[in-house]
């Protein structure tokens, strides 16, 4: 089954371009000219900006320090409808971005060459967090995919509103609410005082079901499971999701706590929380970058815990990931991994100091709030990561306490970090956000009829059809 799926995305590549096919049967040389290796690296910036001075900056300093290797910038971005195509027609970039929700695919595939050689040759062998090391590795093993920023979700808000509300205590803390419901009152309050609505959450291009699904896990939702014969069967008709969808509805109908607008997608999600359209949601500790374009000062940045619901005291671990593409030679494989180490690495080197210390002062020009931890790709012991953290408190803009309680939720995981769903993950966060907009635009919405709905569909059109 996989080899047949290889050759349907090698056809589809034929047919989305001819010059793909041509690259194919080109000379496939990793030396340039002067015997250097070349690889090409995606995800590149394409706008003139702070951005992309901050990568060049880092490419000039590697390839000085690095002179047998060449960077070629790429454009490409990782996007699902061309990804196949380039992926079968040998056109991806040497070495490409992606989210973790794409690993199983790209490793089940094998559109990504094993690093493990090269990862152990540059210092990496037990440097990664035990937490991430199933999703980055193959079967055997190996590892397969480099990861990067992971992150945990928990609630970020708006420090004003939550002060109007007597949420927030003089030192700069704010009120952590201990499970959904209480957060709900919270909402509720913060409308009563501030007529401002107490949380937004994403409803559309696949973001509301990917926050739906840390939600429901907290309800005690299984959304698919593998049988004895080893396919997968989707698993959320059930009561648990029920009561979550349910949790999600009465936002809307009997707490009046949402924005008016059902229909939320990635850009309104941050523009709601930036301009000041509601107090909380439930995000990833860097989304400072998301709202400072929309005025939201470093001052107004909060983040705490995600609270536990009725079954589980659970946070989605999500991140993004470089591969390099199959077929890369031995020399672009290391190259790889030697550029990657020039901005990731555990070892506190004064290359990553450099970059880093870029990073922030990017962060600050922009009026980012400086300061939240993530969690580390890193086993706590990287020296890396202690001097990082160390490093962005000194740098903080804004009051530490606004945020210390997520940066202590981070440092400490005292609650359960699930992987998002294993197969199909994008697919079901598409059918997902169906299910929320429809109980948000419709008050006699029957939720059980909805995932009933939802989870027929997704076993029709996703699972049945895996190729794996």
């Known amino acids: 089954m996989k080899k047949m799926f290889k050759m349907v995305a090698l056809m589809l590549a034929l047919v989305l371009s001819l010059s793909m096919l041509a690259g194919c049967g080109a000379d496939t040389s990793d030396k340039n000219e002067n015997g250097q ?21 880092r490419k000039a300093r590697f390839e ?39 690993v199983p695919e790209i490793i089940n595939m094998e559109y990504s060459e094993d690093l493990t050689a090269a990862l152990k040759k540059h210092g990496f062998d ?10 980055i590795s193959n079967e055997d093993g190996n590892i397969v995919v480099f990861p990067t920023k992971p992150y945990i979700l928990g609630i970020a808000f708006n420090v004003d509103l939550l002060k109007a509300a007597g949420y927030v205590a003089e030192d700069g803390t704010p009120h952590q609410p201990k499970d959904w419901n209480e957060m709900v009152e919270m909402a509720v309050k913060i409308k009563e005082v501030t007529g ?9 291009a696949r973001n509301g079901g990917w926050i739906f699904t840390s939600l429901a896990w907290s309800f005690g939702v299984d959304f698919m499971e593998k049988d004895a014969d080893g396919k997968w069967k989707a698993t959320f008709n059930t009561p648990e999701a029920a009561e979550a969808l349910q ?32 107090a909380m949601t439930i995000t990833a500790g860097d989304y400072p970058g998301k709202v400072a374009k929309y005025g939201m000062q470093p001052e107004q940045v909060g983040m705490m815990a995600i609270p536990a619901g009725p079954k589980r005291h659970v946070t989605l671990l ?28 555990h070892v506190l080197t004064d290359t990553f100091k450099k970059t880093t210390e870029e990073s922030v002062a990017k962060a600050i020009k922009e009026n980012q709030h400086v300061g939240i931890q ?16 160390e490093y962005i408190a000194e740098k903080s803009n804004g009051n530490p306490n606004h945020v210390r309680l997520y940066n202590e ?35 006699d919405a029957d939720v059980v009829a909805i995932l009933e709905k939802a989870n027929s569909d997704f076993q029709t059109n996703q699972l049945d059809n895996l190729s794996y």
Do not use: M
């Open 37 to 57: 290796t070349v690889i090409s690296v995606g995800d590149w910036p394409d706008k003139e900006g702070v951005a992309l001075d901050t990568i060049n900056l």
């Open 126 to 135: 037990g440097a990664f967090n035990e937490r991430i090391l199933d999703i």
């Open 374 to 389: 993530s969690l580390s790709q890193w086993n706590n012991d990287a020296e890396s990561l202690k001097w990082y953290n």
């Open 64 to 102: 000085e320090e690095n002179p047998d290797v060449v960077i070629e910038p790429d454009l490409w971005k990782f996007d699902r409808k061309t990804f196949y195509a380039k992926a079968s027609g040998g056109q991806l970039p040497t070495i490409f971005k992606g989210a973790f929700t794409e």
């Open 318 to 345: 999500g991140g993004e990931i470089w591969s390099v593409k199959a077929g890369a030679t031995k020399d672009q494989v290391d190259a790889s991994v030697r550029w990657l180490k020039s901005e990731f690495d």
């Open 247 to 278: 949790f999600v509805k009465d936002l809307k109908w009997k707490y009046d706590v949402l924005p008016a607008n059902a229909l939320i997608d990635y850009g309104e999600w941050y523009k709601t929380l930036g301009v000041g359209g509601a």
């Open 196 to 204: 401002v609505p107490g949380l937004v959450i994403p409803t559309a």
């Open 409 to 443: 939720f981070v440092s400490n995981c005292p609650v359960e970090i699930q992987p998002e769903e294993p197969v199909c993950c994008q697919e079901l966060y598409s059918i997902l956000d169906g299910c929320i907009q429809e109980v948000l635009t419709n008050k």
